[in-house]
């Protein structure tokens, strides 16, 4: 599963041999502002879960259950291994297990991660039990590996405005500590983003202080009029994706200009969409001044980790150290901690990708 060695959180302050490119991109701490808790169950884990909660699987063999050639193929897995998950144990794994390998693979030190209530409901997990039991894993992970997350509540695209609107809602009612945000992912029954069909669930969330976000400008038919619709309708604080930006100098100077923050993902886009890493929009709209982050999406179902988003993503796409750290800064900016939490992380950072930077041969 992992791209790369192991990493201890203390290492980077303390050793001073010579580090590759390769190790050096490993390594550089990371904050991740994009991964879908239902999108990081690895398939072991999955077929595990199915059996104890006797919920049905395509396949019970990991090699097998990621193992598709189509965005449908994709997405009907992620709805099967969603079901597996019932129990608050069950979500708590699954947290624990993922966020362990964002600091084994990518140096993860906080991550805001996508959870969607309505994948689970049906198997009679309640609101409290997802967030609890996601929250009994994140606590887990912070003792051991003194990694951080937040949450941020998913409204699927594909169930609807009303059922944003309820989503956000529940949200609303049952608030909660590690709950500081909600997004949108999915797409509608018809394959579009459509984001103006969700207004009345996202003016709810501002209106009562929640950061917010979206997927939008990602897919192929969706353009840089979306993301405009995300900013100026929707008033959302970041874009998730956003390639299709590119389309429009007017857009991008202006979500330049505002340093609007775009959480991008180089393995998932390069699996669904017809780019590829040397030529990847990702790369066009750092050169074009948009502020940017490296992110998993969903790691196990696209064969990725934190640290080969960097190691081979980063690399492939032609990002040279100095731009690296460019990217870990960003998503530092780019994170919705309290200001004085973010001020110590850019401190954190800076010196730790400062005693990298030295080590480089
Ligand atoms: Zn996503």
Sequence with gaps: MAATAPITESETETETE?????EFLARVP????????????????????????????????PNELYRYTTITGFLTALQAVSKTLVEREDFARVAYETLADGVRTGNLRYREMFFNPDYHSPQGATYETVVEGIGDGIRRAHAEFGVRCNLIAAM????GPDAAVALVETVLAH??????????????PEGKEAPELFVEAYTLANEHGLNTTAHVGEIDGSTAHDVLIALDVLGVDRIDHGYRILGDPTVV???????????????????????TFEEHPIRQMFLQGLRIGLNTDDPPFFDTDLGKEFVVGAARMGFEPEQVAQLCMNAVEGCWLPEPEKDALREEFRRDIDALTARLR
């Design 156 to 159: 699927s695209r594909y169930h």
């Design 175 to 188: 608030p909660h500590e590690l709950v500081i945000g909600v997004g949108m992912d999915d797409l509608t």
């Design 30 to 61: 990371k904050v991740e502002l994009h991964c879908h808790f239902p999108g990081a169950v690895f398939a072991a884990t999955a077929i595990e879960l199915a059996a104890k909660n006797g919920t049905e699987l395509p396949t019970d063999d």
């Design 18 to 22: 010579p580090l590759s490119y390769a």
């Design 253 to 275: 100077k202006r979500a330049r200009d505002e340093r609007v923050h775009f959480t991008t993902c180089p393995h998932s886009s390069v699996w669904l969409y017809d780019f």
